[in-house]
């Protein structure tokens, strides 16, 4: 990755304020957007109509091999911007992507500005928007549909939706993964003209042979087989931006892992990275909620990546 745009300024905590983590479980700060404000009140707004011609639908994956912000052309940043209209709900493993497209901006330019709302040259972002639930495992493994299902029928002008989880893929069986994947397909079904963007789980320290790497498996094989968009959260995290693999190592969310093979984590792949490379240059600093600054800005330049596809980059 060469995330080496314009900006050589040494970014000094302008994303403070993103929360350097609330609880899994608990809600992230909502960010009300004026067409929210506008339109929650007015309950008689229909559901959106179905489209007669739905575009084509393959896969979309964004994952380690796309956490190249340069490789994006300006004019597809400029498209996601005035294209994509984004509804995100999280909790804190989630807000990576936020705070690094947060600290992005401060380390690269307006560019890459993003509000809830959106407007001339700022992307429309609606941050933890949603009632009724806080990721895809909080107040339960089911509430997120609901909740989704209530805020698309008021805010039609939203195309994207993404939800991410705590931890509560290590946990789920087989089962409840199915679940997940069957009501995002239920979704889809009801909202053809918006994109629902799939995540696997942050990595646990548990490895390959783990039930999480198991369960995002289960995730990935099923977005590969029906062209689904996947936002590769797991993946992501087990490779440096040089593409040094550390998901046989077992890495936790935090970026540890064990360096020689003894079975414990002695070592941060991120730390690492960063305490080589020049901050404010090859990577900027910024909350990373349970993790360190690396991981968000991976995330952030994925983020981009997926909404410039999703705007209709070829990739
Ligand atoms: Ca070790």
């Not at 939800?163 to 679940?179: E, F, K, L, N």
């Not at 968000?296 to 990546?305: G, P, T």
Request: proline share 6%; charged share 15%.
């Amino acid at each position: 990755m060469k995330p080496h745009i314009a900006g050589r300024l040494l970014f000094v905590g302008v994303c403070v304020a993103l929360a350097a983590g609330w609880a899994c479980g608990g809600s992230g700060p909502a960010s009300p957007s004026p067409s929210q404000a506008t339109t929650a009140s007015g309950s008689s707004t229909p559901p959106p109509a179905p489209s007669p011609t739905p575009a084509p639908r393959t896969l979309i994956l964004v994952d380690h091999t796309t956490v190249s912000l340069g490789r994006i052309p300006a004019e597809w940043i400029e498209q996601a911007k005035s294209q994509v209209h984004i509804a995100y709900g999280h909790t804190s493993h989630g807000s990576q992507l936020v705070s690094g497209m947060t600290g992005l901006v401060a380390f690269s330019g307006p560019a890459y500005a993003f509000r809830a709302g959106g407007g001339a040259g700022v992307l429309d972002l609606r941050d933890t928007p949603f009632s009724g639930a806080s990721d895809l495992g909080a107040p339960d493994r089911t509430a997120w549909a609901g909740a989704t299902r209530t805020y698309l029928r008021t805010q039609t002008s939203v195309n994207v939706v993404l939800w991410s989880w705590c931890g509560q893929v290590s946990s789920a069986t087989s089962s409840d993964i199915d679940t997940y994947l069957a009501k995002m397909s239920e979704l889809e079904a009801e909202f053809p003209n918006v994109r629902f963007v799939y995540m696997t789980g942050h990595l646990d320290g548990t490895g390959l042979s783990g039930n999480l790497h198991l369960r995002n498996e289960q995730i990935r094989q099923y977005c590969r087989s029906r062209g689904k968009v996947l936002y590769d959260f797991a993946d992501i995290e087990s490779y440096d931006p040089d593409g040094r693999y550390f998901g046989d190592r077992l890495p936790n969310d935090a970026c540890d892992y064990d360096s020689n093979g003894d079975g414990r984590r002695d070592s941060n792949w991120a730390v690492e990275w960063q305490n080589s490379h020049m901050r404010g240059i090859d990577w900027f600093d910024c909350p990373s909620a349970h993790s360190q600054p690396l991981n968000a800005n991976m995330k952030a330049y994925a983020a981009w990546w997926l909404f410039a596809r999703l705007a209709g980059w070829g990739g």
